[in-house]
């Protein structure tokens, strides 16, 4: 019998079937216990098939990296077309990444290991060609805000900084308040006195106060814009969350 020949989508449909296996094996066992044989048996397809589609463990991280990033992405784009002042629009952004943190928690840790030489060393050539594609576009959703700032005059940059600085400065911002209270981020159960998003939130008002991103906190109610933004640029990501049990309480 002649092979079926699978055109481009259905291949497409195929490596994401075997991309979401993985994910849930992450999200049982830890990315740091993922093994090809195990995604192999989750699966309906041979391992050959399997690997016609990913050239081992590494590559199959970086692809999963890449499907995390296409969905931050577009996050962060959507907040960063949001029609308020350019802080706002930052301040939403940050929150669209506690948002897909709380609703991909397995992709949110997998991200940070496929960056690693170990991953990158071993995966195709077209697989990281994609992650530098997802990752500038990421990016420039980050530095369209601050180049938007700069430009309506509501921020300058200290003079021994850059834009991309500027830009690693409220990513790491970010990601270290959310991955320092990442027991808090699926469930806000009250633990400690620390509740993600709250902190989040302060994070956020406390490097933008230090850097004179106008109008300062004392000048607008960021607490209620962050509240209508979210609303209007997230809601389905909102009701998601919902379902989950797990309402923003800032």
């Not at 948002?99 to 991953?119: E, G, R």
């Not at 195709?124 to 500038?136: A, M, N, T």
């Not at 640029?233 to 797990?246: A, D, Q, S, T």
Request: hydrophobic content about 40%; some cysteine; charged content about 20%.
């Amino acid at each position: 019998m002649t092979p079926r020949i699978l055109d481009e989508q259905a291949l497409q449909a195929r490596e994401q079937d075997i991309i979401n296996a993985a994910v849930v094996l992450i999200q049982e066992q830890g990315v740091e216990h993922l093994t090809m044989d195990k995604v192999v048996g989750k699966v309906s397809y041979s391992k050959g098939t399997v690997y016609k589609h990913f050239d081992g463990k590494e590559d199959l991280l970086l692809a999963i990296s890449n499907y995390a990033v296409s969905i931050l992405s577009d996050l962060f784009w959507r907040a960063s077309q949001f029609q308020g002042c350019t802080r706002e629009r930052m301040l939403l952004l940050n929150f669209s990444y506690l948002i897909y943190a709380i609703l991909h928690p397995a992709l949110f840790q997998t991200v940070v290991c496929a960056k690693s030489p170990n991953v990158s060393g071993k995966s195709s050539e077209k697989r990281l060609q994609e992650q530098e594609q997802l990752e500038f576009k990421l990016l420039g959703a980050i530095h369209g805000i601050v180049e938007g700032a700069l430009t309506d005059k509501s921020l300058n940059i200290p003079e021994h900084m850059d834009i991309q600085q500027l830009c690693f400065a409220n990513w790491s911002m970010a990601y270290g308040t959310i991955i320092l209270l990442s027991g808090e981020v699926e469930q806000c159960s009250g633990r400690t006195a620390l509740i993600v998003e709250r902190e989040l939130f302060n994070q956020n008002n406390l490097l933008f106060d230090g850097m004179k991103w106008q109008p300062l906190t004392h000048e607008k109610d960021y607490a209620s814009a962050l509240k209508k933004a979210l609303e209007q640029v997230f809601p389905k990501e909102l009701l998601l969350m919902h379902e989950k049990g797990r309402d923003l309480n800032f």
